[in-house]
């Protein structure tokens, strides 16, 4: 069972920068991808940036130049460094992974970005 922890949330005032970490229970150099998502309050979850097995990584447009998603295959860990962070970067952050029988989600960081 595929088990995925986010952590890194928190408050931050708008212009400043988080990090957000995703700890996988099993190995993830053999996920098909790895993504981090979002949902604001009242919207719908949307995919903030991802990573495939070899490496190549998108953004969502409202993001791009400002977030970058890595992955530590040894460490079993998922990054999503946000700076020059809005206030409608805010939302409910979730780590996900996807494999050849399943996608797999965690359960959530709240970031809030005030201004």
């Known amino acids: 069972q595929v088990q995925l922890v986010e952590s890194g949330g928190g408050l931050v005032q708008v212009g400043g920068s988080l990090r957000l970490s995703c700890a996988a229970s099993?190995?993830?150099?053999?996920?098909?991808?790895m993504g981090w998502s979002r949902q604001a309050p009242g919207k719908q979850r949307e995919v903030v940036a991802d990573?495939?097995?070899?490496?190549?990584?998108n953004y969502a447009d409202s993001v791009k130049g400002r977030f970058t998603i890595s992955k530590d295959n040894v460490k079993k860990m998922l990054y999503l460094q946000m700076n020059s962070l809005k206030a409608e970067d805010t939302g409910v952050y979730y780590c996900?992974?996807?494999?050849?029988?399943?996608?797999?989600w965690g359960q959530g960081t709240q970031v809030t970005v005030s201004s």
């Open positions: 996900s992974a996807t494999d050849a029988r399943n996608n797999y």
């Open positions: 990573v495939n097995w070899a490496g190549s990584v």
């Open positions: 099993v190995s993830i150099s053999s996920m098909f991808r």
